[in-house]
């Protein structure tokens, strides 16, 4: 889904980092955006979730929770990350949980009472997968199925990992949309739009002249980021506990 050209004109873009389980920053940030646009009022309003809501932080039933009902104070585009792809795909072939369970997925079974202990010594997958299908709102289920993988305002072109260079915007993989970092990464080229992405953590937001980095691993660091765009400068909002 695109937004219209002009949008950007007339309106603000908030753009919001990894999640990553933390419901608290989550909840701070709400804020800071309801107050940041209070202070700043503008004609139209749309935030938008770079993806990866779940995994490695402690609450990710909660943060799914609070996004369904899109908490915001603005329009809201929730887009998806390689996180809710692997949770997705526990579910269909449980044996996924042999890579799930090292990069944040008992973090996720937890927070829905799903007992680990033998995800941990990398057994009982199928049992887990029974448990979590069991044990999961279907309105999560339906929210993170419908997520979308790209979403195009203005000059930017926002996705959770990345694009992959020398290929048109309209013609990007999935799995390089979610997952790509290297060649995206140290790429100097035009993208054609500046592309606005997480997935990987940075110390502090990185700008670049084709591309912006939002993800500043708010499970480990404790701030979660959130990058304004419009007509005006750049600028940043950051969630800290």
């Not at 009902?69 to 329009?75: D, I, L």
């Not at 033998?118 to 309105?139: K, T």
Request: aromatic share 8%.
């Amino acid at each position: 889904m695109n937004s219209d050209s002009s949008f950007l004109e007339r309106g603000r873009l908030y753009v919001i980092g990894d999640i990553h389980g933390r419901s608290d920053l989550l909840d701070r940030m709400i804020v800071t955006i309801s107050a940041d646009l209070a202070a700043n009022p503008v004609e139209e309003c749309l935030t938008v979730t770079l993806g990866d809501y779940i995994d490695r932080g402690p609450d990710s039933r909660g943060v799914l929770d609070r996004l369904i009902a899109n908490p915001f104070p603005t329009r809201f585009v929730a887009l998806k990350g390689n996180h809710e792809l692997m949770f997705e795909s526990f579910l269909r072939d449980p044996s996924v949980a042999d890579e799930w369970r090292r990069f944040g997925g008992l973090e996720t079974l937890i927070s829905y009472g799903i007992p680990v202990g033998a995800v941990m010594r990398g057994q009982g997958y199928e049992e887990a997968a029974q448990a979590l299908n069991a044990a999961v709102p279907r309105s999560h289920l339906e929210f993170i199925g419908a997520l979308r993988t790209s979403f195009s305002v203005g000059r930017y072109f926002l996705c959770h990992a990345g694009i992959r260079p020398g290929v048109a915007l309209e013609s990007q993989s999935v799995d390089d949309l979610l997952w790509i970092r290297g060649p995206f990464l140290s790429s100097r080229a035009d993208f054609g739009k500046i592309v606005v992405h997480g997935h990987t953590p940075a110390e502090e937001p990185e700008v670049l002249a084709n591309r912006i980095n939002v993800d500043t691993g708010a499970y480990i660091t404790n701030r979660l980021t959130c990058v304004v765009l419009g007509k005006s400068r750049t600028r940043f909002l950051s969630a800290k506990s």
